[in-house]
């Protein structure tokens, strides 16, 4: 969980990190949540584990529950970023953020 933590403190400098924001907040009526909010950037980000072990981000319903959400967060407006633990490692946020 550092990996977390060092991503946590890394957003921080944008003002607000909110953790597990809920898509309903933004009126849409769907259970879903994203990992990270930065509303000062109006930007979304998700952590997908399980990359390299065939987590349910990878098959089936749990990769279309994927793209429903990843596709509302466009259609709202807002800003999304999907990272993999190897690339937290890799601090590939940084590129982006």
């Known amino acids: 969980?550092?990996?977390?933590?060092?991503?946590?403190l890394y957003l921080s400098k944008y003002g607000e990190v909110v953790k597990e924001k809920k898509i309903s907040d933004f009126g849409i009526q769907r259970k879903f949540r994203y990992d990270y909010f930065l509303p000062k950037l109006q930007t979304a980000i998700e952590?997908?584990?399980?990359?390299?072990?065939?987590g349910r981000h990878n098959f089936g319903e749990g990769y279309e529950?994927?793209?429903m959400k990843f596709n509302l967060t466009m259609a709202i407006g807002l800003r999304l970023f999907q990272f993999t633990y190897s690339m937290l490692l890799r601090q590939e946020y940084k590129l982006f953020l």
Not at 1 to 8: D, P, R, T
Not at 47 to 54: L, T, V
């Open 65 to 67: 529950r994927d793209l």
């Open 1 to 8: 969980m550092a990996l977390l933590k060092e991503l946590e």
């Open 47 to 54: 952590i997908n584990g399980g990359s390299y072990i065939g």
